[in-house]
């Protein structure tokens, strides 16, 4: 009887440690599930205050985002990013990227925001958190200057082969159109394939033909003819991001003590400012 006893009290003394260890187990795993969701809830703003950056994604595109003598990134947009992120105690980084991959690149995390004159279209807002609008647009038509006067309207540009950026608005604009169109890497490389004879137009940003083509310019053998749209420029950044609201803040703060007009004027894009 004794000899049973004893079988039962180490039977049961098994069974406690076996509950307590499967306890132990379960607050474990219910730790490591709070600490994954934590992480999931952070913000955007928690995110790159963090790691002391917001990564800008970027193309080479003058006078919003381009390079100076030095190899550094200005130009309004570029200026503008830099500022924000000081006001939220972060660097800025800019990161050159495929314009077509814009919204795999923010939403995978290698860059935080969309900042590079870029306009607001229908999938552009269905993809992105943006702002509200700060620069208005249009993508127009370059040619040679000795052939402009043959293509002044969207109809009579329909024999050319056109240039244009991947992802852009200005493919937008090929596409609806019907004209016939190379897509290439960014619009700096559309205006050089006017420029070298491998196609016979570009579609562009009118902020941007204003600054690289015509008298003054490196390219001073092209101009530009036909507005094909009327659009607006805002700022990307990861569906219900926090850092919309902020750079809203921080874009009618900067309206109201000059900086953004000062800024403008610096590179040529005052009379684009949405008023």
């Known amino acids: 009887m004794k000899n049973l006893k004893k079988l039962l009290a ?42 002391g950056k917001l990564v800008i ?34 660097e800025a980084e800019f990161v050159e990227i495929e314009w077509s991959n814009k919204v795999l690149e923010l939403n995978g995390k290698s860059i935080d925001c969309v900042w590079n004159g870029m306009t607001l279209t229908p999938e552009v807002t269905s993809a992105m958190d943006c702002t509200k609008a700060y620069c208005n647009n249009q993508q127009v038509v370059v040619v ?7 293509y002044k309207t969207a109809e009579s540009c329909k024999e050319l082969s056109f240039a244009v950026e991947e992802g852009s608005a200005g493919e937008d604009m090929a596409k609806e159109n019907s004209f016939n169109y190379t897509a290439v890497k960014d619009q700096a490389t559309a205006v050089m394939e006017v420029a070298s004879g491998t196609s016979d137009a570009a579609i562009i940003d009118s902020l941007m ?46 309206k109201a003590n000059g900086e953004l007009e000062k800024t403008a004027e610096k590179y040529g894009v005052q009379a684009a400012l949405v008023k």
């Open 10 to 51: 180490l039977v049961l003394a098994g069974a406690m440690a076996l509950t307590f260890a499967a306890c132990g187990a379960k607050t474990e795993t219910e730790t490591a599930k709070t600490e994954t969701e934590t992480k999931t809830e952070q913000s955007d703003l928690e995110y790159i205050k963090e790691k």
């Open 209 to 254: 033909a204003a600054a690289m083509v015509g008298e003054g310019t490196g390219y001073e053998s092209l101009t530009y003819t036909v507005g094909l749209n009327s659009e607006e420029y805002g700022v990307g950044f990861r569906k219900g991001s926090d850092l919309t609201e902020k750079l809203n803040e921080f874009f009618e703060a900067a």
């Open 144 to 150: 040679p200057v000795d052939k402009a006067d043959s």
């Open 57 to 90: 994604g970027i193309t080479d595109f003058e006078p919003m985002d381009y390079k100076d003598a030095d190899g550094n990134w200005i130009g309004f947009d570029a200026d503008m990013a830099k500022a924000f992120a000081k006001s939220l105690g972060v």
